[in-house]
């Protein structure tokens, strides 16, 4: 069974920086008999969780949203099995509960939509005061 476990979210100020991991359980990321797409999805209560980036074993480069893209940056590091999001230059509209989510199988698609995710974390808090 597959579990992830965000962490790393906080206060900050803005313009600042935070980074989130999220540590996969239940599955190797470099285990090739099965691609995966890690997503990090964000929300804020009273709207839809929105996709913010997103990155796969069966494509190359990852996908960003476009109000984040240049300022944050998805990453993996197989020998912690974690997926980063490093964070920069974030703004008050960037407080939400920041959840990763995943696919695993023979097939993945790399996209924002949160449908496509079968595996959730639990979220984390991130808090950016102007």
């Known amino acids: 069974q597959v579990q992830l476990v965000e962490s790393g979210g906080g206060l900050v100020q803005a313009g600042g920086s935070l980074r989130l991991s999220c540590t996969v359980s239940?599955?190797?990321?470099?285990?090739?008999?099965?691609?995966?797409?890690i997503g990090w999805f964000r929300q804020v209560p009273g709207k839809e969780r929105e996709g913010v980036a997103c990155?796969?074993?069966?494509?190359?480069?990852?996908f960003y949203a476009d109000s984040v893209n240049g300022r944050f940056t998805i990453s993996v590091d197989n020998a912690k099995n974690t997926v980063y999001l490093q964070m920069n230059r974030l703004k008050p509209k960037d407080t939400a509960i920041y959840y990763c989510?995943?696919?695993?199988?023979?097939?993945?698609?790399?996209?924002?939509?949160?449908?496509?995710?079968?595996?959730w974390g639990q979220g984390t808090q991130v808090t950016v005061s102007s």
């Open positions: 990155i796969s074993s069966s494509d190359g480069a990852p």
């Open positions: 989510a995943a696919q695993i199988g023979p097939v993945v698609l790399l996209t924002l939509l949160a449908d496509e995710y079968d595996n």
């Open positions: 239940g599955f190797t990321l470099d285990d090739s008999s099965d691609y995966y797409a």
